[in-house]
């Protein structure tokens, strides 16, 4: 079966220091990935997607960045941390190919989150 | 550009029927779906549309009409712990962007005694 790892759950930065949160998707290949940003009480923002190794897209320009070591980490850091950066983070898996969920390949799989509180 | 719209919130009793809408803005379209949140968890699953019509599980159904740039998620016979907020979420962009998401920003459903 399939799962996702994010870490860590919950952590209080203070601005201008660095950050970096890691994803990690076991029992799956070739994995779409995605960082989302949900502020409170408010929707989902995409921050970052990825289709292999390497290959990163992002969609909002800030002091965010991520980035794909293996084919099954995801990573996104800053360099410095701004007020504006707190939320809730949520990592996201799509299965390709062969290795699909329950529900098929349109299923997003998330992350359990980091909450993330700047100072 | 793009956007999902969607009532921010919605009440309902225990036992009754609700019906979330989701209409959409979008220059490319793969398919609608549906996800609930509960207060400080993750999203999760709900529902998938890539054609018009109904899809039904369980006591959840969703409808989307890609003429009218609509869907809906329909919740019966409602129970307590459906008590969550529901993002609706267009596809809009194909396999070489990883089908990325945009979710709507979500309806707060309350289910009352």
């Known amino acids: 079966s399939q799962t996702i790892h994010q870490w860590p759950a919950t952590l209080v930065q203070p601005v201008g220091s660095p950050l970096s949160l890691e994803c990690t998707v076991e029992?799956?290949?070739?994995?779409?990935l995605y960082w989302y940003r949900q502020a409170a009480g408010r929707g989902l923002q995409l921050l970052f997607y990825s289709v292999g190794i390497g290959q990163i897209s992002s969609e909002v320009p800030q002091n965010l960045s991520a980035s794909r070591p293996q084919d099954r980490q995801f990573i996104l850091s800053s360099k410095k941390l701004l007020l504006s950066d707190s939320g809730f983070y949520l990592c996201?898996?799509?299965?390709?190919?062969?290795?699909?969920?329950?529900?098929?390949?349109?299923?997003?799989?998330f992350g359990a989150g980091s909450r993330l509180t700047v100072l | 550009g793009q956007s999902l719209e969607q009532p921010s919130e919605v009440t309902a009793v225990e036992g009754a029927i609700v019906q979330i809408n989701c209409t959409y803005q979008?220059?490319?379209?793969?398919?609608l779906s549906w996800y609930q949140q509960h207060d400080g968890g993750a999203p999760t699953f709900l529902s998938y549309?890539?054609?018009?019509g109904l899809e039904e599980t369980g006591r959840f159904s969703s409808f989307l009409s890609r003429s009218d740039s609509y869907g809906y998620l329909l919740l019966q016979e409602l129970q307590m712990k459906d008590s969550a907020s529901y993002f609706c979420?267009?596809?809009?962009?194909?396999?070489?962007?990883?089908?990325?998401?945009?979710f709507g920003k979500g309806t707060s459903l309350l289910v009352t005694p």
């Open positions: 996201a898996w799509r299965g390709t190919g062969l290795s699909v969920p329950t529900g098929g390949a349109n299923v997003l799989t």
């Open positions: 979008t220059s490319g379209f793969y398919g």
């Open positions: 549309n890539g054609l018009d």
């Open positions: 029992g799956t290949s070739n994995p779409n």
């Open positions: 979420a267009v596809r809009a962009r194909g396999p070489d962007s990883g089908y990325a998401l945009n």
